[in-house]
């Protein structure tokens, strides 16, 4: 049962243009989520997270994006760069929860120059 | 600052063998650490976490085992490998930040490839 889900395995964007990542979820007890940036054989690294108590978090070229009725959140890369192309994992976590994150599988970005 | 250490790189191993995996982690106490599997073409499967030594849970049923002997220091270990058991592992570690964790922090990751 995959609680988190990236629809998408793949995108490509011209440079310059916005990409634009989605994550569905099904768990209501999710409050927290957030956007992971994995380049091959590296471990993925933090890009930016949201609360469910917003709608909207702001991150120089990354916005985030997350409509809770929907239990839909996106990544909005403005203007996207060669150096974003990378595969961006959305995780989510319930409150108080050591178990941590929950991911989905990952979406591959590549920014055409 | 916090840094993770994640060693080997690279490894690949025949079925059958035993495998130990290690993680350190350095400028931070009393950590949650975890092991994660990435397998081809899939997601972040979380496989372990600990919240303290000598506290392990286990998510996934399966052919693999962790131990923590130490606050910063997370093992993951099989005394039979599978072929199933090859992917990308990753260590990660976060810290209680009294009402929710601080976001996971990775390590470089193990690539196992189990022949």
């Known amino acids: 049962d995959q609680q988190v889900k990236q629809n998408s395995p793949s995108l490509s964007v011209q440079e310059g243009r916005i990409s634009i990542l989605n994550c569905d979820y099904t768990?209501?007890?999710?409050?927290?989520f957030l956007w992971y940036k994995k380049y091959p054989a590296e471990g993925p690294t933090f890009l930016i997270s949201i609360s469910s108590i917003k709608d909207k978090n702001e991150d120089g070229r990354f916005t985030v994006f997350l409509n809770k009725s929907a239990k839909h959140l996106s990544l909005h890369i403005v203007p996207s760069q060669p150096g974003d192309s990378a595969v961006y994992f959305c995780a989510a976590r319930s409150s108080g929860s050591a178990r941590q994150l929950t991911f989905g599988s990952g979406t591959q970005l590549t920014v055409l120059p | 600052s916090q840094t993770i250490h994640q060693w080997p790189a690279t490894l690949v191993q025949p079925v059958g063998s035993p495998l130990s995996l290690e993680c350190t982690v350095e400028?931070?106490?009393?950590?949650?650490l975890y092991w994660y599997r990435q397998a081809a073409g899939r997601g972040l499967q979380l496989l372990f976490y600990?919240?303290?030594?000598?506290?392990i849970s286990s998510e996934v049923p399966q052919n693999l085992s962790a131990s923590r002997p130490q606050d910063r220091q997370f093992i993951l270990s099989s005394k039979k490998l599978l072929l199933s058991d090859s992917g990308f592992y990753l260590c990660?570690?976060?810290?209680?930040?009294?009402?929710?964790?601080?976001?996971?922090?990775f390590g470089n990751g193990t690539r196992l490839t189990v022949t």
């Open positions: 768990n209501s007890m999710f409050d927290y």
């Open positions: 600990s919240v303290g030594i000598g506290q």
């Open positions: 400028g931070t106490s009393n950590p949650n």
């Open positions: 990660a570690w976060s810290v209680w930040m009294g009402a929710y964790n601080s976001p996971l922090h």
